[in-house]
């Protein structure tokens, strides 16, 4: 809270899909994948930034003398890394939202509380998809191991659908 480091964005990022890697793949895999969002923050950050976490599958960025602008450029920065990684075949996704504290007057509080809002919105708005990425990832990954996994999935599917309009749904 010192006029040197102003402009200070501060970034909240939450891990997107931990709980389904842990119940997946087991909790190895989730620490896995936090491990590879940690390296990717920090790789992704200059030095003097701060990158911490807070939570499970929470983490805060710190970055002084940053404005709103550069920092959209470094959270990009991130993005392209993550999109790039996978754990256990399933894409690497991470949900950013962050804001910017001008002066010393303004309350850091404040500045988290809407970083964490937009964070929100932007995994809100991005969770189907994610959600279907890896569902589709994790079918492949099984019936490239069980390919007679398709054909029980197959009759499944018609009997949940029979049954279906028979209930009438």
Known sequence: DRERYFPLVLVVADVNNLKLTNDAFG???GDALL??????????????????????DEFVLLLPTTDVPYAGKIIDRMHERLSQSTIHDMPVTVSFGYASKETHAEDIGSTFREAENIMYRSKISD???NRKRIVDRLLRSLFDRHPEEIAHAEVVATYSYELALRTGL
């Open 27 to 29: 909790h190895d895999a």
């Open 35 to 56: 491990q590879k969002v940690a390296e990717i923050l920090v790789d992704s950050c200059r030095e003097g930034d701060i990158v911490a976490r807070i939570g499970g």
């Open 127 to 129: 969770r189907p998809q």
